[in-house]
């Protein structure tokens, strides 16, 4: 069963750069509430319309239906201010938002993988990020159409994940 937000929670379109692309971030079950509420607030920067959160990901609000104080911490408001959905089957809504229209962008580290200022975008686009340390599951990373990888230079491996969100938005948005 997916949640939705409450009515009295408005959808906040985007920037003007944003406005001719229907963007959405999918979470493949990340953990950390601390990573959700700050995914929440880029992604209200960045003009996202609606984020799904997969699997074990956590909601802005419990199962009943108290807002989570340690999202709230990060997110700033943008709990509030961007819609979200729930979704148990990360595979399963991929698959639905595909049917509908949408370009499907794993950002992940992979041997299929392509340089994520590279990649062309459309006009409905799915960006997905995974956990923080199993990253994309592989079984969404075999129905996306594409996987982008931010390039790493130095010693470590990856980025947080909420960084990885900052950085691959704006950048492939041109925010």
């Known amino acids: 069963m997916n949640k939705k937000l409450p009515n009295k929670v408005k959808n906040r379109l985007g920037s003007t750069k944003n406005a001719q692309r229907e963007v959405v971030v999918v979470l493949d079950n990340i953990r950390s509430t601390h990573n959700v509420g ?3 607030r880029t992604c209200d920067a960045a003009g996202i319309s609606r984020i799904f959160l997969a699997g074990v990901t956590p909601c802005p609000v419990d199962r ?4 989570r104080a340690d999202i709230a911490k990060t997110a700033l408001g943008a709990e509030k201010t961007i819609l979200w ?4 089957e990360t595979v399963t809504l991929i698959r639905r938002l595909k049917k509908d229209g949408y370009k499907i962008i794993a950002v992940e580290q992979d041997e299929k993988s392509e340089d994520y200022k590279k990649v062309k975008l459309k006009s409905k686009i799915v960006f997905v990020f995974g956990n923080e340390v199993a990253g994309v599951s592989k079984k969404v990373l075999k129905i996306s ?4 990888e931010i390039p ?3 010693q470590k491996e990856s980025l947080n994940v909420s960084v990885s969100v900052g950085v691959a938005l704006f950048r492939m948005l041109g925010v």
Not at 64 to 67: A, T
Not at 85 to 88: A, D, G, N
Not at 145 to 148: G, L, Q, S, Y
């Open 64 to 67: 009943f239906g108290r807002e």
């Open 152 to 154: 790493m230079m130095g």
């Open 145 to 148: 159409d594409v996987i982008a």
């Open 85 to 88: 959905e729930y979704c148990p």
């Open 38 to 40: 700050a995914i929440f």
